[in-house]
């Protein structure tokens, strides 16, 4: 089965500089991954969509690769703000029957001022 | 406008009690998903409704888990006789597309956090 790997452990990144977070995947490419954020006691909010044949999008100071010979997508944060801290999400959507997402363990991003 | 609402937000119960948990999708949207999240993980998904009918509910742990959508808009999810290990908060989305693929991805409610006994 589709397995997908964030780094768990916290990601420190110190104001203003560019935040970049991984996620790998084996096995088949999804039709199109997702990120979210989420903040304690909240539920994931959505931020970034990307299609198997798009290589980057962008969305202010976000912006998404993926990159289906590495089974990777990057995400990253430019011009960092501590309120930028929070959990960041990926997900996967396979196509076909199975509809719900699957999602990686997240990993926690901490922008220091 | 309104977001997804879920209630309640917390609900403890004993072992082996029925619980059920409610879900207030976004107007108009027809697909709704129920995920499970255990602490430090990502969600889980349970099940996944196409206006009233379980389109997917091949994640759902066991037959003690059951979710309905009877007029296309709210959904319950209901577990019997609940076990410890059912302890997570479950998360509710929806979205006005097939998981989300006219671009705007899933809508999370808040979550109902379950805790069992």
């Known amino acids: 089965s589709q397995k997908i790997e964030q780094n768990s452990e916290a990601l420190n990144i110190q104001e203003g500089k560019t935040a970049t977070l991984t996620c790998n995947y084996t096995?088949?490419?999804?039709?199109?991954l997702q990120w979210y954020r989420q903040d304690p006691g909240r539920g994931p909010v959505f931020l970034l969509l990307i299609r198997e044949n798009e290589k980057e999008k962008r969305k202010e100071r976000l912006k998404v690769t993926f990159d289906t010979t590495l089974k990777q997508s990057l995400f990253h944060i430019t011009a960092s703000q501590p309120a930028d801290s929070a959990t960041y999400l990926c997900?996967?959507?396979?196509?076909?029957?199975?509809?719900?997402?699957?999602f990686g363990k997240g990993t926690h991003l901490i922008i220091q001022p | 406008g309104a977001g997804v609402s879920q209630t309640p937000s917390n609900k403890v119960t004993e072992k082996g009690k029925y619980v059920e948990l409610r879900c207030d999708p976004i107007s108009g949207h027809t697909a709704l998903y129920w995920y499970r999240q255990s602490l430090g993980q990502g969600p889980e998904f349970l099940i996944y409704f196409q206006g009233t009918g379980a389109a997917d509910d091949s994640g759902l742990p066991n037959d003690r888990f059951f979710a309905v959508r009877p007029e296309g808009s709210v959904s319950t999810l209901k577990i019997q006789r609940t076990e410890r290990g059912d302890s997570a908060v479950y998360l509710c989305a929806s979205s006005s597309g097939v998981s989300g693929t006219s671009g705007g991805g899933q809508f999370f409610g808040p979550g109902t956090r379950l805790t069992v006994l």
């Open positions: 997900a996967f959507y396979s196509g076909g029957g199975a509809d719900g997402l699957t």
């Open positions: 096995n088949y490419s999804p039709a199109y």
